[in-house]
């Protein structure tokens, strides 16, 4: 999913974002110079994941929103649909759940339809969920809320 030297940096930085993205710059401009949008894409969206986990929500919704202009027309990867989840989150952030909405629908639109497994679709469901529910729409939220508990189910019962 990840080149291993993005993936190898992601690992060894997660808890600092200023390391991350000093170490992150040089691979991003490699893979920018031959062309690789999936690895600009996904450096891009582990800096977005490293804005989350410190709560830097200004430096989440860049990153990510880079990640997706990279990422939105690749087919093959799980990537593209975990970072359109991250901008909604980011968009939901900035309350703008409108938008965030839009994403969570384009990444689960994306995960149905190249069956990706995992616990993707689980948080797309939980994020649309908090979307409906910060709109005041609890019967749509609880309706997602309760595919979200199934799905985390039978994922549960699948690893079994």
Do not use: W
């Amino acid at each position: 999913m990840f080149p291993a030297s993005i993936k190898r940096v992601a690992e060894e930085y997660s808890d600092d974002y200023r390391k991350l993205k000093k170490e992150m710059n040089p691979l991003i401009f490699e893979g920018q110079k031959s062309g690789d949008s999936v690895a600009v894409g996904s450096a891009y969206y582990q800096l977005a994941i490293a804005c989350f986990y410190q709560s830097y929500d200004d430096g989440v919704f860049t990153n990510a929103f880079k990640a997706v202009s990279l990422l939105r027309g690749l087919d093959e990867y799980e990537l593209p649909a975990n970072s359109l989840n991250a901008l909604g989150f980011a968009y939901s952030e900035q309350e703008n759940e409108q938008f965030a909405l839009m994403l969570y629908d384009e990444a689960l639109s994306f995960v149905k339809k190249h069956r990706i497994k995992g616990s993707a679709k689980s948080l797309i469901l939980n994020n649309m969920c908090s979307c409906y529910h910060n709109m005041g729409d609890c019967k749509t939220a609880i309706r997602i809320l309760n595919e979200c508990i199934k799905h985390t189910d039978y994922t549960m019962r699948e690893k079994k």
